[in-house]
């Protein structure tokens, strides 16, 4: 017999029941807000306009640097990549590779068997949704910590299932057995608090081919189907009506025709380098770690000592000249590293040299030779909200508070590299090879669709951080501060 639990506890009741509140959260891996307008536009996306039309259609800005795994942190924990402390796909920590060259802490890239230390790389004060919205089913994301196996639908096979995919191109079998994992799990009688799912084929198809390649316009209509056939069977349940359903992505792309091996780079210009997957060399005076092939981070070697470089020390190490060969290479767009003060950045570029500062909540940007960041004048900003306000419609949208929460962390290194759009960062190691890349602050990697079924929420510029907290707030649960605020 079920009792009704209001005004008081109960492991389940009929009440319950008919009120729960549930989530589905769809990652369309990739997906930029351009293309996916404009296939519901053309009526390519017909769940997916449902959805805009009963409920909200918008974009986010997502967080630097804008490439899978670190780029979830934000909606799954509440904070950026800076914050956690893993700072690309790829990252590197000069303390630890100075302690000893076999610490498993000194590097780590998650484009392999390393992803499985994605969850013990993460510092366990920072708990995931998964942890908190109680029963959590997960499908293809690597941050799975806390997930029993069998509520982790994607493992099984998923390496098998990858590798395929990666060295065959055949991207959409990976997104369509997902799918019929989660209607399997939902079939068998399961029920659930949260549903998260991965929908990779849109980013490599994007990679491979082109963002606008008929076979990435296939992908997002196998996202579009899966959401129509979840969307029946919730409906047919008598649970939609109370199910929170949202739709965004970690990164978009932009096209790449040109190559620039950032790592090669320094070895040829005598600051020999570590990098993926030519971990091994004798007397390194440098490491590169390149994340979505736009993201590169430039550890320097060659100095007493494992701290971090600011600019006096940095320009000794790198050299006036060779940072100058740097920035004049077609394929770089900007640089960026520490200043002398605390919380103080610089940002250079074809456009010059600019300042950014962080004093408590406010940020400011500041031309020094020029304005790298087009943003047309200085600025001065009382809070993050408002620095995402001022840059959310610029080429380079958040990028103050991005710089900025980058650097918090070591592992970001001693320079920062984005790449121009039409170029990136790695090379010979990449294959297949890349004709589309993300990772940078160039607005085409930053912006993401933000789509959900709900109206009336805030309507100012948004991030895909304040997704944590929206989704604990509506669900009744208590909000945990982070670097994203509920957007109701």
């Not at 942890?131 to 509520?151: C, H, Q, W």
Request: proline share 4%; charged share 25%; net charge neutral.
């Amino acid at each position: 017999m079920f009792f009704s639990c209001k005004g008081r506890r109960c492991l389940i009741c009929f009440y319950c029941v008919l009120t729960k509140k549930r989530v589905v959260f769809y990652l369309v891996d990739g997906a930029r807000p351009d293309i996916l307008s404009g296939l519901v536009a053309g009526g390519l996306l017909p769940n997916f306009a449902r959805i805009a039309e009963e409920g909200t259609y918008r974009t986010a800005t997502s967080c630097f640097p804008s490439t899978t795994g670190p780029a979830y942190l934000p909606f799954l924990t509440g904070h950026f990549p800076g914050t956690i402390g893993i700072t690309g796909i790829r990252w590197f920590d000069k303390t630890e590779f100075k302690k000893s060259r076999v610490n498993r802490y000194a590097m780590r890239s998650y484009c392999g068997p390393e992803a499985a230390l994605f969850n013990t790389d993460m510092p366990d004060d920072k708990p995931t949704l998964f942890e908190l919205m109680g029963r959590a089913y997960n499908l293809y994301n690597m941050i799975t910590r806390s997930v029993p196996d069998e509520f982790d639908l994607g493992k099984k096979g998923k390496k098998l299932l990858y590798t395929r995919a990666h060295f065959l191109k055949r991207h959409h079998p990976v997104d369509l057995q997902g799918h019929q994992r989660m209607m399997d799990m939902l079939r068998s009688g399961n029920d659930f608090d949260f549903l998260f799912s991965v929908f990779p084929s849109v980013d490599w198809d994007s990679h491979y081919y082109h963002y606008r390649d008929n076979r990435t316009v296939e992908a997002y209509k196998i996202a579009d189907q899966s959401l129509g056939e979840v969307r029946e069977f919730l409906e047919k349940k008598g649970w939609w009506k109370d199910t929170l359903f949202v739709l965004t992505s970690d990164h978009g792309l932009t096209p790449t025709h040109s190559h620039l091996d950032l790592g090669d780079w320094m070895t040829a210009h005598d600051l020999k380098s570590v990098y993926y997957p030519v971990i091994w060399k004798r007397a390194p005076k440098s490491a590169v770690m390149i994340s979505g092939n736009s993201f590169g981070s430039i550890h320097l070697l060659n100095h007493q000592g494992a701290h971090v470089l600011r600019e006096q020390e940095l320009k000794q190490c790198f050299g006036d000249e060779r940072m100058k060969a740097l920035l004049g290479e077609d394929a770089v767009n900007f640089i960026a590293y520490r200043g002398e003060e605390e919380n103080s950045f610089y940002v250079e570029n074809d456009n010059g040299r600019a300042c950014i500062r962080k004093s408590k909540a406010a940020y400011s940007y500041h031309a020094d030779s020029g304005d790298p960041f087009s943003l047309g004048n200085d600025l001065i900003t009382k809070t993050h909200r408002e620095a995402l306000e001022s840059t959310f419609d610029s080429p380079y949208p958040d990028a103050l508070v991005q710089i900025a929460q980058l650097f918090q962390s070591r592992r970001a290194g001693d320079v920062v590299v984005g790449a121009k759009r039409g170029f990136d960062l790695r090379d010979f190691w990449e294959y297949p090879e890349h004709r589309g890349s993300h990772g940078s602050l160039d607005k085409d990697h930053m912006l993401v669709p933000l789509l959900y079924n709900q109206r009336g929420w805030a309507s100012h510029p948004a991030r895909t951080a304040d997704i944590f907290n929206t989704i604990l707030k509506w669900s009744g649960r208590k909000v945990i501060s982070g670097e994203g605020e509920s957007l109701f």
